[in-house]
């Protein structure tokens, strides 16, 4: 159990396309509890009040043909400018936090939950590491990374570089980190690691 008693709670950090949903998912073939801001975030953008916030900030131009918000646009305008994603972040932080805190606590209550997984982008830069029991830092080298990236059809080599300029460094987020693990292969390696992992938290308590 993580401090105080309570449900563990891992954080999942890590570069850009670096794989932290990935293992993120392997922790929750183990029983784990994983809270997902990206998919929360997703959701708040079909919410008509989150929608008309953002419209007002970046225009008309966000939409898709269906009227909804071009999620791939909207990355593009905010992650190369940072007063763009500083308007962003004020419409979107508060609620996907306190969704995710919502999260925290009915799974913290879930008796078959074995533990609370945060895949939370920004998770250190919001200050979110002192919530977690442990820390996975999921390294993986820029080229793996950029060659993923390309594949989601999202962003380039140069917006891949600019989203993580706005980022606290990987240094320093590996040097907070209890456990690092290597994704620069295939997903049984991963996997491998992160099952390694998992029985080390547990053996421990």
């Not at 390309?150 to 980190?177: P, V, Y």
Request: net charge neutral; hydrophobic share 40%; charged share 35%.
């Amino acid at each position: 159990m993580g401090k105080a008693g309570k449900k563990t709670v891992i954080g999942i950090v890590g570069g850009v396309c670096s794989g932290k949903s990935t293992a993120a998912r392997e922790l929750a073939k183990f029983g784990c509890a994983v809270i997902d801001a990206d998919e929360i975030a997703h959701k708040l953008l079909d919410q008509k009040d989150i929608r008309e916030r953002i419209v007002r900030v970046f225009g008309m131009d966000i939409l898709d043909s269906a009227g909804r918000i071009d999620r791939g646009q909207l990355a593009n305008e905010v992650f190369s400018d940072p007063v763009k994603l500083k308007k962003l972040t004020d419409i979107l932080h508060s609620p996907v936090m306190a969704e995710v805190e919502q999260l925290i606590d009915r799974y913290g209550k879930d008796k078959m939950s074995k533990a609370i997984v945060l895949d939370v982008p920004l998770l250190v830069e919001i200050g979110w590491e002192k919530r977690c029991d442990r820390i996975i830092f999921v390294d993986c080298k820029p080229p793996v990374r950029l060659e993923r990236a390309q594949k989601t059809g999202f962003f380039d080599a140069d917006q891949l570089k600019s989203r993580e300029n706005l980022q606290i460094s990987l240094d320093k987020k590996k040097h907070i980190a209890d456990n690092i693990v290597d994704n620069n292969s295939d997903l049984s390696g991963l996997s491998r690691q992160i099952a390694d992992i998992f029985s080390s938290i547990f053996e421990k308590e």
